[in-house]
């Protein structure tokens, strides 16, 4: 479309067009042919404001800038769904792209790709390089005074009071001025006092979830009533909180949605009212939302949060640098009680049951230790876990199959001969590289007791066939009354038979072994120990065990945590299902 006939249309908008053109200096100029990135600041003819940019050899003409306003005039800004789905349709259509952030900032502006633009197609008279850097300085002078005018002008034809509630130093809320600005005066008076009156609205109002409050608006009726029954919280929380403005603060815990419930279980004298009040706030839920690995809105999250605002002084650890220190100590000392009490639910309750029940209870038990003592039980957590762990390590080693008990606590010497139990994997390994033989194939049978290898050597170095591979096994036929050491296979080197001398000490072994009817028995006790457990509950065991010893010497005499279990849980025979995670350690068959 010609200019001349595009000027006889009747514009629907008021735009503020960038940069500028000079017509004076047309002459000057030299025939254009790449595009300029044009900024356009438009107002519809029903108020609403856009910003955005156009990439062309000329400006959009008024035929284009007309369509661009009526097609944001049709788009709703009741509702953030239907902006996210229209802006970038009229975007498409008519080749253009929506910009965000304070355009009163001049920063956001591109003078200098302007001024570099003009400057390539500015047909300069002079060549005198003093000439030129001062033509070139009236350039760029212009353009950021074009820019500067044009914005005064501009705001002139804006709401000023709306544009003043939603404009801060970074960002100018388009959406929000638009939905403010209303076709009835009605309404646009009712929304401008809604959003003064409750600041927090203002990032949430456009949302479907607030359809209904956005018509309780319109329609004039009591505010606070409605978004405390939006919120399920009081009125009075609303009213306090809509009272003064919110800090601007980031992410999902500073929702309303998020922090109301929150704050509705305080009473209102604890809630936040200074900036240095809400920032503290922050930091805590965000310290304990690290802390508990659970929502901050969960029962034990909002239990532990009544618990910090409730009381100075607990506040004041969780906030404190020291908390940084023992936050992951005091987590590993929750985690452990989670884990002894699940064990004690599944004396009774189905592993999915059990489970679910301990979730239920780390709150109440948690709730009744406080932070306070968690923290002082966490300061201890590290050595006391060490400790624990080293004082189960050998038996905890038979559970999980790594290593198994003896009936020989080292090596003996036998006329000469040195018998060795081979006690774990390594030694299987080790034996069946020696040998030239499948010792490292029998890991599974020796760790659930089904067998035991010796390792034969004579003291002899230069007589190199006095070397064998011994196999015992424990006979229980008669029903556990009478118990019987066995002598298995005997091999030497690459299996090959062993000598008479080796077979002679075989013998005697056995003998010594079938006099030791205590270890005997102890040894048996361990072998239906393998037999009745699977191997996830041995490794349950190991675990469960560990953690509790480490909660004793962490708790020491500060409580019985047996008796707090009980208390807590309302279980009974706790004592007696504590008492089975020492029932393995207490054979020492060693």
């Known amino acids: 479309m010609s200019e001349s006939s595009a000027e006889i249309i009747e514009k629907n908008y008021q735009a503020l067009i960038l940069p500028k053109i000079n017509s004076a200096q047309n002459s000057n100029q030299a025939t254009r042919r790449t595009f300029i990135q044009w ?26 800038l007309n369509q661009i306003s009526n097609a944001i005039d049709l788009l709703s800004f009741e509702s953030d769904r239907k902006i996210e789905s229209g802006l970038p349709k009229i975007a498409y259509e008519q080749d253009i792209k929506f910009l965000e952030g304070n ?15 003009e400057i390539i197609y500015t047909n300069f008279t002079s060549t005198n390089i003093d000439d030129l850097n001062l033509q070139r300085e009236i350039i760029y002078q212009r353009l950021k005074n074009d820019l500067i005018e044009g914005l005064k002008i501009f705001v002139k034809s804006l709401n000023p009071v709306v544009f003043e509630s939603i404009t801060n130093p970074n960002t100018v809320d388009f959406r929000l001025y638009n939905f403010i600005v209303a076709e009835h005066s009605v309404h646009q008076r009712n929304r401008q006092q809604a959003i003064h009156s409750y600041s927090f609205l203002a990032k949430s109002i456009m949302s479907d979830a607030y359809s209904h409050i956005r018509q309780i608006i319109d329609y004039g009726q009591p505010l606070s009533e409605a978004l405390a029954r939006h919120f399920s919280v009081s009125p009075a929380l609303i009213r306090k909180l809509g009272s003064k403005p919110l800090p601007a603060m980031s992410g999902p815990r500073s929702q309303p949605e998020f922090l109301f419930p929150l704050l509705a279980l305080l009473p209102l004298d604890k809630i936040p009212n200074s900036e240095n009040d809400w920032i503290n706030f922050h930091n805590l839920v965000n310290h304990l939302a690290e802390f508990i690995d659970q929502p901050i809105n969960s029962p034990l999250g909002k239990a532990i949060l009544i618990e910090c605002l409730s009381s ?39 592993d999915t049951d059990a489970d679910a ?20 039980c966490a300061k201890k957590w590290d050595v006391a876990y060490r400790e624990a762990e080293s004082h189960f390590a050998l038996s905890n080693s038979y559970l999980q199959g790594t290593h198994w008990p003896t009936l020989l ?26 040998m030239n033989n499948c010792a490292a194939t029998y890991a599974v049978e020796c760790s659930r007791g089904i067998c035991q ?42 299996n090959t038979p062993a000598s008479k001398e080796s077979k002679v000490i075989a013998d005697k072994l056995i003998s010594l072994l079938n006099n030791q009817s205590e270890s005997l028995k102890t040894y048996h006790q361990w072998q239906l120990s393998r037999v009745n457990k699977s191997l996830s509950d ?53």
């Open 409 to 434: 606590p080292d090596s003996i010497t036998i006329d000469g001969f040195v018998i060795t139990p081979l006690a774990n994997v390594d030694n299987l390994a080790t034996e069946g590289e020696d």
């Open 312 to 350: 100075s002084s607990v506040r004041n650890i969780v906030l404190s640098p020291e908390w940084v220190k023992y936050q992951q100590s005091a987590k590993h000392f929750i985690r452990a009680i989670f884990f002894v009490t699940r064990f004690l639910y599944r004396a009774t309750d189905s």
């Open 538 to 590: 041995r490794l349950e065991i190991a675990t469960t065990r560990t953690l509790y010893l480490a909660l004793q010497k962490s708790i020491q005499s500060q409580f019985d945590i047996a008796i707090f279990w009980g208390n807590i849980l309302k279980l009974t025979g706790v004592q007696d299902r504590l008492n089975e995670l020492d029932l393995l350690s207490a054979i020492k068959i060693n």
């Open 103 to 117: 355009f009163l900032n001049h920063d956001l502006w591109p003078i200098e790709s302007w001024h570099r633009d």
């Open 39 to 64: 900024k356009i600041l438009l107002v519809s003819k029903k108020g609403k404001l856009i910003w955005f940019e156009s990439k062309s050899k000329s400006p959009p003409d008024v035929y284009k």
């Open 453 to 494: 290898l010796w390792s034969i050597r004579s003291n002899d170095v230069k007589n190199n066939l006095h070397r064998a591979t011994l196999q015992t096994f424990l006979d229980s036929s008669n029903h556990g009354t009478k118990l019987i050491m066995r002598l298995g296979e005997i091999e030497g080197y690459d």
């Open 357 to 376: 029940k301990a979730h239920s209870a780390i709150t109440h038990i948690i709730s009744h230790l406080g932070i306070k003592m968690i923290v002082k």
